[in-house]
């Protein structure tokens, strides 16, 4: 028998070929002529294990820890935590919305643990025949096997090794043991006799706290089967595309017989006819032992190999192609994963925990949702566009994102010599971070100036008298200048100049309105407004105005940059009334116990009183085509989007960057909000132009009305007339 080696990457044929010339354990070849050196080292070590078996067998395990054993590993040590309570890696698994579509998993090594009756009888046998034919027999220690290698070892037959099933997952235990440090690890797998005999104690001393069933099931989630398969679990997967209950007698035989020489003899990327050679070793095996009939091993034997390769993929970037464009929601999903204190202290922590905490992740991904956010998207600018339609979707009350999408493959091929940049990216243009700062939004930052006027006390009927241009108190120089101050125009002046309030002036999108109410209130209390509902200066520019604020009068236009994920939950607190929540990407995560982790509970504050929320809705109703609750509505830049959302109240915002670089709309009701801003992400100098302004507008609402289908009418509030009219 072998002592089964968890081994990684490309070193699993190396390490098994040194194995087999060292003679570590029978690897079924015979091996080189050993050295009269080699022999003698051996025929000691033999003999000294043997002693120590034999005492193990014949003396009461009370005495076992005595001198003999002390001259080899010194003083009895407690028994590893790690064999007490196993804590090998497991496989992250994620999944969309519905907890049953599978987006990605994460892992270092490839293992989920499954309970012993989850794994079919004919491969627990199959794999005691394997490795440990006297397993339920002898008590940690077989001292025969320890005696029959000293035999064969000393004569220069077949190198053989006597671990036991118990030691082997001891080794495996240890040498995968976080606990203990890299070089401790890698001792774990030196034979030495300090190192043979301390796996003789701790096997002995397991034996007396665990059944030989738990230790059989421990050992099956532990072992290395090849193929970066770690645990029978992985392995029914890689191997057969089955779960460990499903495997069959043949299936069962050839995985077993994986354990002596993982890599080397698998028959994906190793040799095909010594895998078939193991399976029938492990035939004969259990047929010896009598857990098989001699027809049921004929009838195994004469199967030919079909092996079904599965392999779990691993990251973000191995999102099924059929679906590459949620990873750009899985890439926040690992964003935020990384700031939870939940996972570790600090991100090297969090992303080890992911990696091998064997969680099981339902995300707040709705398949539907996202498939309807891609296709529109894709409806403004098509995947060969040097210009892209990023749309994010949320939930108003939970901060949980429905969708991410873009007109991007999420993925590292290559891209055309002639654009670089695209069709093909994992840069984060959906909610960024990594580089990407966002995008100017235009006029939708004007929900940021009428939300502190009303917190200021302005209800919204405050009147203003806007002119075509507004010379203000900072300032200017250039176009944009009047007599040394910066001097704001109106885009349609007969459209938009007069008497206003901020029902209209939010309606038809008045500059000079919006402009003038952020001097009454302040700039300060603008842009503290659009960083409470989570609007991120990520862009060095804005992070100096930031540092300057006084002095920002142009941020009630949209001059900064934002992302549809900030913009549209910033929107979504409005919806909530008030209730600003967290962008958060899971609905639930169970730790490798099953036990919830707090984490996936939203993280909601009252960041803006429910009157002054209500109010704002109540005049962004104005841009969409909906009248406000006092009539006060008269015109609005996207009054088709009330059409597409016929029969449900709605409210929202267009935006337009100046020259027309970035066309946006935000939109909500009570239930979803959702934004979108076409822009040309590496190029700011290619105006998209006010003529893809309605196709945006369209794309956000369609994408709102597939979110809501089945979900019940729900209204806005009326506001106080206090908070309305001022009275």
């Given at each position: 028998m072998r002592l089964v080696r968890a081994r990684k990457g490309s070193r699993h044929s190396a390490k098994a070929a040194t194995a087999r010339r060292a003679g570590d354990a029978d690897a079924g070849l015979p091996p080189k002529p050993p050295t009269l050196v080699r022999r003698l080292g051996r025929f000691v070590l033999y003999s000294f294990l043997a002693g120590v078996a034999t005492a193990v067998a014949v003396l009461p395990l009370g005495l076992f820890g005595g001198s003999a054993v002390r001259a080899g590993t010194g003083v009895w040590e407690a028994l590893p935590t790690t064999l007490a309570t196993p804590r090998a890696p497991q496989v992250t698994y994620v999944y969309a919305n519905d907890g049953k579509t599978l987006i990605t998993t994460f892992y270092d090594e490839n293992r989920r643990d499954v309970p012993l009756d989850q794994i079919a009888p004919v491969m627990q046998k199959a794999v005691v025949a394997a490795e440990d034919a006297r397993f339920y027999e002898h008590r940690g220690v077989d001292s025969r096997s320890v005696l029959r290698a000293l035999v064969s070892n000393s004569r220069g037959r077949s190198q053989q090794g006597a671990s036991t099933l118990t030691m082997q997952y001891v080794r495996n235990s240890l040498k995968n043991d976080p606990g203990l440090s890299p070089q401790q690890r890698v001792d774990a797998g030196i034979d030495t006799p300090a190192r043979k005999v301390r796996e003789m104690r701790y096997a002995v001393e397991l034996e007396k706290r665990l059944s030989k069933q738990d230790i059989l099931n421990r050992y099956l989630n532990i072992a290395y089967f090849g193929s970066g398969a770690y645990g029978i679990y992985a392995a029914s997967q890689t191997y057969f595309s089955k779960t460990p209950a499903e495997l069959s007698l043949p299936e069962a035989a050839l995985i077993a017989g994986l354990l002596q020489s993982p890599d080397a003899d698998n028959p994906i990327s190793g040799d095909r006819a010594a895998a078939l050679q193991r399976r029938g070793y492990t035939l004969d095996a259990m047929l010896k032992m009598g857990t098989v009939t001699a027809a049921e091993a004929a009838v195994a034997r004469a199967q030919p190999l079909e092996i079904k390769e599965s392999r779990p993929p691993n990251n973000c970037v191995a999102v099924t192609p059929q679906h590459n464009d949620w990873g750009f929601f899985c890439d926040y999903f690992r964003q935020w994963w990384g700031r939870q204190a939940e996972f570790g202290a600090t991100p090297f922590e969090r992303d080890d925990a992911l990696r091998t905490g064997g969680y099981t992740v339902v995300t707040s991904l709705d398949p539907g949702v996202q498939a309807a956010a891609l296709a529109q998207s894709l409806g403004v600018y098509g995947y060969g566009s040097a210009r892209s339609m990023p749309l994010a979707v949320v939930t108003p009350g939970s901060g949980r994102i429905l969708a991410m999408a873009v007109n991007r493959h999420f993925g590292l091929e290559p891209n055309p010599r002639e654009h670089p940049t695209y069709p093909n990216t994992v840069n984060q243009l959906i909610a960024g971070g990594?580089?990407?700062?966002?995008?100017?939004?235009?006029?939708?930052?004007?929900?940021?100036?009428?939300?502190?006027?009303?917190?200021?006390?302005?209800?919204?009927?405050?009147?203003?008298?806007?002119?075509?241009?507004?010379?203000?108190?900072?300032?200017?120089?250039?176009?944009?200048?009047?007599?040394?101050?910066?001097?704001?125009?109106?885009?349609?002046?007969?459209?938009?100049?007069?008497?206003?309030?901020?029902?209209?002036?939010?309606?038809?999108?008045?500059?000079?309105?919006?402009?003038?109410?952020?001097?009454?209130?302040?700039?300060?209390?603008?842009?503290?407004?659009?960083?409470?509902?989570?609007?991120?200066?990520?862009?060095?520019?804005?992070?100096?105005?930031?540092?300057?604020?006084?002095?920002?009068?142009?941020?009630?236009?949209?001059?900064?940059?934002?992302?549809?994920?900030?913009?549209?939950?910033?929107?979504?607190?409005?919806?909530?009334?008030?209730?600003?929540?967290?962008?958060?990407?899971?609905?639930?995560?169970?730790?490798?116990?099953?036990?919830?982790?707090?984490?996936?509970?939203?993280?909601?504050?009252?960041?803006?009183?429910?009157?002054?929320?209500?109010?704002?809705?109540?005049?962004?109703?104005?841009?969409?085509?909906?009248?406000?609750?006092?009539?006060?509505?008269?015109?609005?830049?996207?009054?088709?989007?009330?059409?597409?959302?016929?029969?449900?109240?709605?409210?929202?915002?267009?935006?337009?960057?100046?020259?027309?670089?970035?066309?946006?709309?935000?939109?909500?009701?009570?239930?979803?909000?959702?934004?979108?801003?076409?822009?040309?992400?590496?190029?700011?100098?290619?105006?998209?132009?006010?003529?893809?302004?309605?196709?945006?507008?369209?794309?956000?609402?369609?994408?709102?009305?597939?979110?809501?289908?089945?979900?019940?009418?729900?209204?806005?509030?009326?506001?106080?007339?206090?908070?309305?009219?001022?009275?």
């Amino acid at each position: 028998m072998r002592l089964v080696r968890a081994r990684k990457g490309s070193r699993h044929s190396a390490k098994a070929a040194t194995a087999r010339r060292a003679g570590d354990a029978d690897a079924g070849l015979p091996p080189k002529p050993p050295t009269l050196v080699r022999r003698l080292g051996r025929f000691v070590l033999y003999s000294f294990l043997a002693g120590v078996a034999t005492a193990v067998a014949v003396l009461p395990l009370g005495l076992f820890g005595g001198s003999a054993v002390r001259a080899g590993t010194g003083v009895w040590e407690a028994l590893p935590t790690t064999l007490a309570t196993p804590r090998a890696p497991q496989v992250t698994y994620v999944y969309a919305n519905d907890g049953k579509t599978l987006i990605t998993t994460f892992y270092d090594e490839n293992r989920r643990d499954v309970p012993l009756d989850q794994i079919a009888p004919v491969m627990q046998k199959a794999v005691v025949a394997a490795e440990d034919a006297r397993f339920y027999e002898h008590r940690g220690v077989d001292s025969r096997s320890v005696l029959r290698a000293l035999v064969s070892n000393s004569r220069g037959r077949s190198q053989q090794g006597a671990s036991t099933l118990t030691m082997q997952y001891v080794r495996n235990s240890l040498k995968n043991d976080p606990g203990l440090s890299p070089q401790q690890r890698v001792d774990a797998g030196i034979d030495t006799p300090a190192r043979k005999v301390r796996e003789m104690r701790y096997a002995v001393e397991l034996e007396k706290r665990l059944s030989k069933q738990d230790i059989l099931n421990r050992y099956l989630n532990i072992a290395y089967f090849g193929s970066g398969a770690y645990g029978i679990y992985a392995a029914s997967q890689t191997y057969f595309s089955k779960t460990p209950a499903e495997l069959s007698l043949p299936e069962a035989a050839l995985i077993a017989g994986l354990l002596q020489s993982p890599d080397a003899d698998n028959p994906i990327s190793g040799d095909r006819a010594a895998a078939l050679q193991r399976r029938g070793y492990t035939l004969d095996a259990m047929l010896k032992m009598g857990t098989v009939t001699a027809a049921e091993a004929a009838v195994a034997r004469a199967q030919p190999l079909e092996i079904k390769e599965s392999r779990p993929p691993n990251n973000c970037v191995a999102v099924t192609p059929q679906h590459n464009d949620w990873g750009f929601f899985c890439d926040y999903f690992r964003q935020w994963w990384g700031r939870q204190a939940e996972f570790g202290a600090t991100p090297f922590e969090r992303d080890d925990a992911l990696r091998t905490g064997g969680y099981t992740v339902v995300t707040s991904l709705d398949p539907g949702v996202q498939a309807a956010a891609l296709a529109q998207s894709l409806g403004v600018y098509g995947y060969g566009s040097a210009r892209s339609m990023p749309l994010a979707v949320v939930t108003p009350g939970s901060g949980r994102i429905l969708a991410m999408a873009v007109n991007r493959h999420f993925g590292l091929e290559p891209n055309p010599r002639e654009h670089p940049t695209y069709p093909n990216t994992v840069n984060q243009l959906i909610a960024g971070g990594g580089g990407v700062g966002g995008y100017q939004a235009g006029s939708t930052f004007k929900m940021f100036t009428m939300l502190a006027a009303l917190e200021a006390g302005m209800p919204l009927n405050t009147t203003f008298n806007a002119p075509g241009r507004l010379v203000t108190k900072w300032p200017g120089s250039g176009s944009g200048s009047c007599g040394g101050r910066w001097c704001p125009a109106n885009a349609s002046p007969s459209w938009m100049n007069g008497n206003r309030t901020m029902w209209n002036g939010f309606g038809r999108s008045v500059n000079t309105y919006f402009v003038w109410l952020e001097q009454q209130v302040g700039v300060r209390r603008v842009v503290d407004m659009a960083k409470r509902l989570g609007i991120t200066f990520r862009a060095a520019g804005d992070q100096v105005m930031a540092a300057k604020v006084d002095e920002w009068g142009s941020f009630t236009l949209g001059n900064a940059s934002t992302t549809p994920l900030d913009l549209a939950n910033a929107y979504a607190t409005v919806a909530a009334k008030g209730l600003y929540c967290q962008p958060l990407p899971v609905l639930s995560i169970t730790d490798a116990d099953g036990k919830p982790v707090n984490a996936a509970a939203p993280k909601c504050r009252q960041e803006v009183s429910e009157d002054v929320a209500v109010a704002a809705t109540d005049a962004a109703r104005c841009p969409v085509g909906k009248g406000s609750a006092f009539g006060k509505c008269d015109g609005g830049t996207a009054e088709a989007v009330s059409g597409i959302l016929a029969g449900r109240p709605v409210a929202g915002k267009t935006g337009s960057s100046e020259y027309n670089s970035t066309e946006t709309f935000v939109g909500f009701t009570p239930q979803v909000a959702a934004a979108g801003i076409a822009v040309n992400a590496d190029n700011p100098n290619d105006n998209v132009g006010d003529g893809v302004s309605s196709s945006v507008n369209s794309a956000v609402a369609q994408t709102m009305a597939i979110a809501l289908r089945g979900q019940p009418v729900q209204g806005f509030p009326a506001p106080s007339r206090a908070r309305a009219l001022g009275m």
